[in-house]
């Protein structure tokens, strides 16, 4: 039985569900590829590295992914991609949540989504001040245009847009949350029920 609703379900725009699709897969190969580091590292004669084309340059950019650091057992590059695993869970349970035909299962999509966006917000800043706060002892043996275009641009956009999806979620929580409270004068009431008020002081 679907549950019913009295107010705005959940509508994600094609941006959200695009960006949480496409990124999630970028994200199954990128863990995959630390997972099986012993079978995906070009430098290591990896039998499995072509499934990972342009890895053999990057692992000599970001030692994140170097033979080195898996070498060394360094834990952040398998801590990170562990997180990167429920990252996907929390996205992956959203997309399923928002093509529910049960307004039930939408109306909590939401907080799923903030959780895993904000999660990847979070953990790339991470990754950024942890090899900022070593003295870039992770990238900074690049030259500038290797840094700017292989290092800082591509992992920069991954701050970007779960930061912009981080506030799209955030907002229409808050305006879930004041609007369950009975607040419509706060700038996080959603623009409906803002109308709805005006339209009952009008009366």
Known sequence: MEGKTRGVIHQPTAFVKFWLLVSSVIVIWDFSFIF???WSLTSQGGVLSALWPGYDLYEFVDLNYSAKYWLDNRGFPLAQSTLNVLEDILNF???YLVHQSDPAYRAVAP????SGVLMTFSKTLLYFLCDYYCGWCESGHNDWSTWIFLYALPNGFWIICPGYLTLYFGREIAALLTAAAGIVDSPFAAEDV???QKSKKSK
């Open 111 to 114: 907080i799923v989504g903030f």
């Open 194 to 196: 803002k109308a709805a």
């Open 36 to 38: 099986l580091r012993r």
């Open 93 to 95: 349970s959203y997309l």
